[in-house]
């Protein structure tokens, strides 16, 4: 009987599979992975490089700060340093729009493109966490890649 009612509890529990969580309003620091996108030889292009990052998140999870060693945007005519804090602000659980800081010259489009793709995947050890998400610039998708490490 004991082994009948055990079976039926836990089979009543669902099972979640384990998510990455950045705990909120707690500074992390890791490192960002260089990549390189170009969608046709010649045209327009895009890098983030490798090198320091931090970021926090607010806690109702609308917002976070991220900041980025290298960022370039080549638009075919002219080139955008996008380098050091942005604003990640959220409008589902993985798209929104990216806020470059200290670039007010530059288009709007440049500054304040979209992202997508938003994940948070647990490392091994389990302390570290990716961090991945795609900067849609126009004519280009820039894959942003960043192992923090949450002691």
């Known amino acids: 009987m004991r082994r009948l009612m055990f079976f039926i509890v836990a089979a009543g529990i669902p ?6 969580q950045i705990p909120s309003d707690t ?10 996108a170009q969608a046709t030889p010649g045209g327009p292009w895009c890098f ?24 370039t945007y080549f638009d ?15 409008t589902t659980a993985g798209t929104g729009n990216i806020k470059f800081k200290l670039t007010s010259e530059y288009p709007l489009s440049v500054i304040r493109p979209p992202f997508s793709n938003y994940t948070e995947t647990v490392g091994n050890p389990a302390n570290r ?14 894959p942003v890649s960043i192992l923090y490490e949450i002691e």
Do not use: K, M
């Not at 500074?27 to 390189?36: E, I, M």
């Open 15 to 20: 099972i979640v599979g384990a998510q990455a």
């Open 27 to 36: 500074l992390v620091t890791g490192q960002s992975q260089p990549a390189r």
């Open 48 to 71: 983030v490089g490798r090198g320091l990052s931090t970021f926090q998140g607010n806690a109702n999870g609308t917002e976070a700060v991220v900041s980025l060693p290298e960022v």
């Open 76 to 90: 075919g005519t002219s080139y955008y340093l996008l380098d050091g804090q942005a604003r990640l602000d959220f």
């Open 129 to 142: 966490i990716w961090l991945s998400f795609s900067v849609n610039f126009p004519s280009c998708t820039l």
